[in-house]
């Protein structure tokens, strides 16, 4: 096969994902050489030697749409992992049931009967809020989470309290006042500390720690929550993180077997070390239709994940490719009459899932048949 180009395959993303490959030779092709797992590294594959082995099959070429995905695993869940820190000094009289779901302006627990409200904001609550003699006095995020959380539960308009306030104005004590008397305690426009909890998010509850009837102390935690959107996640090896980006299209696979759709809202920058040496990075799917993704928790999913596409790629499967000792690949064509040659391709896009590769720069054409070993 002297002459043939030194081709090498196009990685997408710049790694292919590990595509095993053992391909058989028929007798008539003895000195070329059979691709052993092409697609497992970076480098060019180690070639073995072929015999004339098992039995093999054609495959007719085809144009067709072709799509870059892999399968990995994942768990599928729900975002976010809150630790609810309380902040009063009582007895514990109320707790929520765990996997309740509690939003903002509802009590999320009870302290010697007093509620514990639940607002949203990201900046944990650790001090008194009232008004002071002047509205500059009383200012800072807490203070601008809560007046957004007021307008936002009606309790004040945006007029009275305009969008990014953080000052502690006249409207906000009004507006305490008010959520204070939906609450059914005191009204007096201050919002003492342990009086509320922010969370980034309307709380899903998973465990709780406290105890009814048992003592609660300031800074100690008495349950644990997630939000209420939906998520899956993936521990992908950390040497794949060139291989997806932020916006990929995924298909999600549900315990039920049923499937749908999900878009990568996140990868990981930080590996973690697992056993045996590896390290994996967390890759975060959103699913396009949550309701779709039923009640599961800490469910086993599996994700296909879309990471290129073309059309009209003419398509042959990536067990039809022969490695050849001058470099580069082939495959087989049957031709009518018994003769079989070997044709030079050029590898395009791979799609791992269903085991096609594109082939470009090349004298296969549609409608001609190739050698496959039946493995």
């Not at 768990?75 to 820190?85: D, I, K, M, N, P």
């Not at 990536?318 to 009459?337: I, K, M």
């Amino acid at each position: 096969m002297n002459g043939m180009p030194d081709v090498r395959w196009r990685h997408r993303r710049g790694a292919q994902w590990a595509v095993v490959a053992a391909a058989a030779l028929v007798a008539a092709a003895a000195a070329v050489m059979v691709i052993a797992n092409p697609f497992a590294s970076h480098k060019p594959p180690n070639s073995v030697v072929a015999g004339n082995a098992g039995q093999t099959s054609l495959y007719t070429v085809a144009r067709d749409d072709l799509s870059s995905q892999t399968q990995v695993s994942a768990t599928l869940g729900y975002a976010g992992s809150y630790t609810v820190v309380n902040q009063a000094q009582g007895t514990v009289t109320e707790l929520p049931m765990v996997g309740q779901v509690v939003s903002q302006g509802h009590v999320l627990y009870r302290v010697d009967g007093a509620p514990v409200v639940l607002l949203d904001g990201n900046t944990p609550a650790y001090r008194s809020l009232s008004e002071g003699a002047y509205a500059s006095e009383v200012t800072g995020a807490d203070v601008a989470e809560l007046n957004a959380d007021l307008v936002a539960l009606g309790y004040a308009t945006r007029a009275e309290i305009p969008a990014g306030s953080d000052q502690f104005t006249w409207w906000t004590t009004d507006a305490v006042e008010k959520l204070q008397k939906a609450l059914g305690v005191t009204e007096t426009g201050t919002l003492a500390l342990g009086q509320a909890v922010f969370l980034p998010s309307a709380a899903r509850v998973e465990t709780t720690s406290a105890t009814p009837g048992g003592a609660v102390q300031p800074g100690q935690p008495v349950l644990t929550a997630t939000s209420t959107a939906r998520q899956v996640s993936i521990a992908l090896d950390a040497d794949e993180q060139s291989e997806v980006s932020v916006g990929d299209k995924v298909t999600i696979t549900l315990p039920n077997n049923q499937t749908t759709p999900g878009v990568i809202s996140s990868v990981g920058a930080v590996a973690t070390a697992q056993p045996g040496g590896s390290s994996t990075i967390t890759v975060e799917v959103t699913p396009t239709d949550s309701t779709a993704t039923g009640t599961w928790d800490q469910a086993p999913v599996d994700v296909t994940i879309t990471t290129g596409s073309v059309g009209n790629a003419l398509v042959v499967p990536v067990d039809a490719l022969l490695a050849q000792s001058s470099g580069g690949y082939a495959v087989e064509v049957a031709s009518t009459g018994g003769i079989r040659r070997l044709v030079p391709v050029s590898l395009g896009l791979f799609d791992d899932a269903d085991g096609l590769v594109q082939v470009t720069r090349t004298s296969l054409a549609a409608g001609q048949q190739i050698v496959v070993p039946n493995l």
